[in-house]
């Protein structure tokens, strides 16, 4: 029964998210009516597709008015949502519980030895991490495509008339190239607003070559432009940050930051200072831009990478008062500042982390959806790649040190911490979704050992490879890569092609994100990634050898897959074949998108600034090799243990599964009976089976039959509640039974004759 | 000798705010220079003789020390700031030198020793945190939840030690942010060891099928 409520539940999943694509985006009202009779109708839907593959017709009524009592309850929730939203959402998480909990039967029943049964057990935890954090990615983007009520959606302030207070303007620089900071300034001081300052901070620059010019421009810009180059300054920006707020002006009420390579616009304080009348307004943040991202793809999917952020992530965390200051073009109120005690000079991302501070005081924030400047975004894939790796590892840094402000129990702990539940939610989910690229490498680790040991016909097995562990995680990888897709062209207006384009240019970075998890877990004070020195002149062969890592992860997944298909070709190891092509391809990106950046870098300098201490990717990647050798080495102690002989008596628990072939709608009368009369078969789900002499587990053992092996049913017993199949032994004209919780059935079996 | 002290000390001071009030620059001077040597360790000798310093160098020194001496001193802190702000004006160049609670001291780049009061709360720093009495009680629940992945018979004997140790650091005196994270420590053990007895028998009856 799990598995059929799986399948159908996935069926209302793919309904539901497929119609979703084609109108969630369209449909503007939210009506609870509406949005029941479409649930009813997906369920219906679903209905009459599970009627014509594996019938039931009790089991399905009950699992359709529980899938609507549960989609009902989600309707109510959230009544901002319209109809595709809602539905989609509710069985989006239907589908996840059953997938988790089947999941979890196959791990707890499957007939393993015990190490097998551990490795089964952190694989299960990674699989239900992993689902988690999709389903927390789905309801980001059902919650700003299917939104039809915004609470606190601000396109443009109301001026105030008389509200002008001072602002101070820091611009942190660390070796930047005079010409851009020049245009900066130049920008600054075409501000339309009366009362402010601009203070140029440049620390640590080394050759005063490089910052002597900028007192010059100071002075040329005018007396509220001031400039200081502070020397062995600790603390990376945030120390000199830190420094610019002792220098500003008194009677500054408003602190802004403005990145050194920001062309802004002169409307820019006099639209947002408005926010700061209200005096529960802490921070003002606005999307980053960009100006030099048309030209190449690789420009213009990191530019739509960048602003998927900014269309996506920042309004659903606006409606719940939950966004992040991301430092550049936003204002922050001085007071504040100062309460929370300035800038956190540990943390390689200052911005986000005093955010979280300022939120957990009870303050209020405000994200306005219009651009007011735009920067440089990196110059090649190896300037993107170490952006990534300073901002994943400040994320963990700051999940490092507030998890126990995102707890449950955060309140009682603290008092002070004012921290909402949904607020504690964006922000915990903000910091873990960066270990999906980790998971993601597990995954891929897993899938290659897996076809090693098939190119081997080595026994060891992790989880039996049973048609639901196949099809299943297929499907949810399908409309989570289609979800994905849908959400980059409807809130950033781009074709397709540039829509995936985006999204792999997500993949290109899973490698960099993985160290600087892995990296950020181990290591407490801020680093920056130092990639691979090439001593080829040659452009391209650097752009191939700083992704080297990549590449070969990428090369190792796919020649696994190919052999394990050629040695053993079955649809079983096609499956696998694809699985790793998949993600082969997720870490093939980084070189294609490393070459595609050199048309970029011919004509760009590098604007990537670095702080911290060094670490070269071949010292961070230590811990994936080490971890990847623990794992070798654990698993290598699977074959000395030896598998169970008998089927174990636990193992009638285990989930029986369905074949993809009785849930196709392509065949639609394959379980009616009567009307198919191929000879029914059965394929062996476990990694070994026992055959017996009778129908029991206690018979005497007549064969062994191996996973994937598939026999010819000619008859069953009478309790189809515990069914067993008599089978003909593999190149025997013989024949025994064989218990159906260890593999499925292809072709009519009901209609088999019942044997005593 | 010490009340003389004292008393001339407070002619001084008195002479010098009278001397600054008039606009009597040099007299006001002397006699703060006076009230300095005699009393290195007074805030308010060496801010009124930032007032009437004849150098902007010797003005940033004297409010610089007067900070020091007194952060509490609003005046000085004020004047500071737009001390250093002129200075900065003639040469950007500030290297750091040391930092407290209060305060940066950095070297100009005309050579000079300067206190730069910090305008902001104090955080403790995350890298420098202290040790906590709850140490061994987390230790064993992180070690409790790994067991549990690892097969779950590690945590069945882990999660209890766990809750002993919220025992044992209980009836020590903590704060009350503290009695509750024990609490929370101890819910989490009774969980993961509830959590742990079905994926122990489950690890375990692989061994005995």
């Known amino acids: 029964m799990l598995i059929r409520f799986l399948y159908l539940s996935a069926i209302w999943f793919a309904l539901s998210l497929l119609a979703t694509l084609i109108v969630g985006a369209r449909l503007r009202r939210s009506d609870p009516t509406l949005s029941l009779g479409w649930l009813a109708a997906v369920i219906l839907a679903g209905n009459l597709i599970a009627i014509f593959t594996f019938g039931r017709i009790f089991e399905i009524i009950i699992l359709s008015l529980i899938a609507f009592g549960f989609g009902g309850y989600w309707i109510m929730r959230l009544r901002d949502w319209n109809a595709a939203g809602q539905v989609t959402w509710s069985m989006t998480v239907l589908t996840t519980i059953l997938f988790i909990i089947y999941a979890f039967m196959l791990t707890a029943f499957s007939p393993l030895n015990p190490i097998s049964f551990v490795f089964a057990l952190i694989f299960f935890f990674l699989e239900a991490i992993t689902l988690v954090l999709a389903l927390a990615h789905m309801h980001e983007s059902l919650d700003v495509v299917c939104r039809t009520r915004w609470h606190r959606l601000v396109d443009k302030l109301e001026p105030v008339p008389g509200y002008q207070p001072m602002v101070s303007l820091h611009l942190p620089a660390y070796n930047e190239p005079v010409e851009v900071l020049e245009k900066t300034l130049t920008s600054l001081a075409r501000l339309d607003y009366p009362n402010f300052e601009v203070l140029v901070v440049d620390n640590n620059t080394p050759s005063e070559q490089t910052w002597r010019p900028l007192e010059e421009i100071c002075r040329r810009l005018g007396p509220n432009f001031h400039c200081l180059h502070l020397d062995q300054w600790p603390g990376y920006k945030s120390g000199a940050l830190n420094f610019a707020v002792a220098q500003t002006d008194p009677s500054a009420e408003i602190i802004g930051i403005i990145d050194s390579d920001y062309e802004v616009e002169p409307d820019f304080l006099k639209e947002l200072v408005p926010a700061f009348a209200d005096s529960q ?20 999917s990191t530019y739509r990478g960048y602003k998927y952020f900014f269309e996506v992530s920042m309004p659903a965390r606006n409606e719940r008062n939950a966004i992040i200051f991301a430092g550049t073009m936003g204002l922050i109120r001085k007071s504040v500042l100062e309460e929370i005690g300035g800038w956190d000079e540990w943390c390689i991302t200052e911005d986000a982390e005093a955010s979280l501070r300022i939120l957990k005081r009870g303050y209020q924030s405000l994200y306005i959806k219009r651009s007011f400047g735009r920067g440089l975004m990196p110059f090649n894939f190896e300037g993107l790649k170490k952006q990534r790796f300073r901002w994943c590892f400040g994320g963990i840094q700051i999940l490092k040190k507030h998890w126990e402000s995102l707890m449950p129990w955060a309140h009682w702990v603290d008092p002070d911490n004012k921290l909402t539940l949904a607020q504690r939610f964006y922000y915990l989910v903000g910091g873990l979704g960066w270990f999906s690229d980790v998971f993601n490498l597990l995954f891929a680790f897993f899938l290659i050992l897996g076809a090693v040991f098939n190119i081997f016909s080595s026994p060891v097995q992790v989880r039996p490879l049973t048609d639901t562990v196949l099809v299943i995680p297929a499907v949810f990888l399908l409309l989570h890569i289609l979800r994905f897709l849908w959400v980059l062209r409807n809130r950033l207006r781009v074709s397709l092609g540039v829509a995936m384009a985006t999204m792999y240019n997500f993949f290109s970075l899973g490698w960099a994100v993985t160290l600087a998890c892995l990296q950020g877990l181990v290591q407490r004070e801020g680093v920056f990634l130092r990639t691979p020195k090439s001593k080829s002149a040659s452009r391209a062969w650097h752009a191939v050898h700083v992704t080297q890592w990549e590449t070969t992860i990428a090369l190792l997944c ?3 897959g190919l052999l394990s298909y050629i040695i053993n070709p079955n649809w079983r190891t096609l499956s696998l074949c694809f699985l790793l092509f998949w993600q082969g391809s997720l870490y093939l990106a980084a070189p294609i998108y490393s070459l595609m950046s050199l048309r970029r870098e011919a004509t760009l300098a590098s604007q990537v600034s670095e702080q911290g201490r060094p670490v070269a990717e071949q010292w961070a990647a230590r811990w994936v090799v080490a971890l990847s050798m623990v794992l070798i080495a654990a698993f290598s102690l699977i074959s000395f243990l030896p598998e169970p002989v008998a089927l174990p008596d636990y193992t009638r628990f285990l989930p029986v599964d369905l074949s993809v072939s009785s ?22 789900t476990v990694h070994s089976a026992n055959c017996r002499e009778k129908p029991r587990g206690n018979g005497e053992r007549l064969a062994i039959l191996y996973a994937g092996d598939q026999v010819e049913i000619t008859g069953r017993n009478e309790d189809l509640n515990n069914p067993w199949w008599y089978v003909t032994i593999p190149n025997s004209t013989e024949s025994c039974w064989l218990w159906g919780m260890t593999a499925t059935t292809n072709g009519p079996v009901d209609d088999l004759p019942i044997l005593p | 000798m010490q009340r003389e002290l004292q008393t001339e000390l407070s002619r001084l001071l008195e002479e ?6 008039q606009g009597k620059r040099e007299n006001a001077y ?20 930032a007032q009437s310093a004849p150098s902007n160098e010797e003005h940033l020194i004297c409010l610089s020390r007067a900070y020091s001496l007194d952060p509490l001193l609003k005046p000085a802190r004020t004047e500071l700031r737009s001390a250093v702000h002129r200075l900065l004006k003639q040469e950007p160049f500030l290297a750091y030198v040391h930092e407290t609670e209060e305060l940066y001291q950095v070297r100009s780049g005309l050579d000079l020793l300067i206190n730069i009061p910090k305008n902001r709360a104090f955080e403790p720093p995350y890298l420098k945190k202290n040790p906590s009495l709850l140490k061994p009680a987390f230790t064993w629940l992180y070690l409790s939840l790994l067991a549990l992945l690892l097969g779950g018979v590690g945590a069945v004997l882990f999660a209890p030690i766990t809750a002993f140790q919220v025992l044992r650091i209980q009836s020590r005196p903590l704060y009350r942010a503290d009695r509750v994270r024990l609490l929370v420590i101890m819910i989490l ?9 079905p994926i122990s028998w489950l690890f375990l009856i692989r061994f005995f099928p």
Do not use: C
Not at chain 1, 281 to 300: H, I, M, W
């Open chain 1, 663 to 684: 849930v196709s709608p392509a065949s639609p009368f394959s379980s009616l009976g009567g009307l198919n009369t191929s000879t029914p078969t059965a394929t062996v």
């Open chain 1, 281 to 300: 307004v802490a921070f003002v943040q606005t999307p980053q831009d960009y100006s030099d991202y048309k030209g190449d793809l690789f420009s213009e």
């Open chain 1, 558 to 560: 796919i020649a696994a």
């Open chain 2, 16 to 21: 010098a705010q009278h001397d600054v009030e």
């Open chain 2, 30 to 49: 002397q006699a703060s220079l006076k009230a300095t040597r005699l009393a290195p360790d007074e805030p308010m000798a060496w801010y009124l003789r």
């Open chain 2, 189 to 197: 053990s009774l969980l993961v060891w509830i959590v742990s007895i």
